[in-house]
């Protein structure tokens, strides 16, 4: 079992960064991967970024609207996934969900939500005009 917590979130204005942090505990050395996905009101969870690693390889996944602005990034130590946010737009505004993988896949599939088998509570992410 693995345990998630989220942090970092907060009201920003437009063009401002934050930095949000997903804490994992429990069986993380079963991990080949963690993501964040985010969901606006009346919208539904969508796909931010992910980080896998697979055989000590790193690689990174971002959505197109992120691309550019965000960065994902992990701290194999402290078993912490980081997602830096850069250039940050109203339309940035959600709930960001911390999630890990323990599937192995080697393109693609860390897109979508269903490769995913733990969440994390969610944090607020609120951006202002």
């Known amino acids: 079992q693995v345990q998630l917590v989220e942090s970092g979130g907060g009201l920003v204005q437009a063009g401002g960064s934050l930095r949000l942090s997903c804490a994992a505990s429990g069986r993380t050395s079963s991990n080949y991967a963690m993501g964040w996905f985010r969901q606006a009101p009346g919208k539904e969870r969508e796909f931010v970024s992910a980080?896998?690693?697979?055989?000590?390889?790193?690689?990174?996944y971002y959505a197109d609207a992120v691309k550019g602005r965000f960065t994902i990034s992990r701290d194999n130590a402290k078993n912490t996934v980081y997602l830096q946010m850069n250039s940050l737009k109203p339309e940035d505004t959600a709930v960001y969900y911390c999630?890990?993988?323990?599937?192995?896949?080697?393109?693609?599939?860390?897109?979508?939500?269903?490769?995913?088998?733990?969440w994390g509570q969610g944090t607020q992410v609120t951006v202002s005009s």
């Open positions: 999630a890990a993988s323990q599937r192995l896949y080697y393109s693609g599939s860390y897109y979508t939500e269903l490769s995913y088998d733990y």
């Open positions: 980080i896998s690693w697979i055989w000590n390889t790193d690689r990174t």
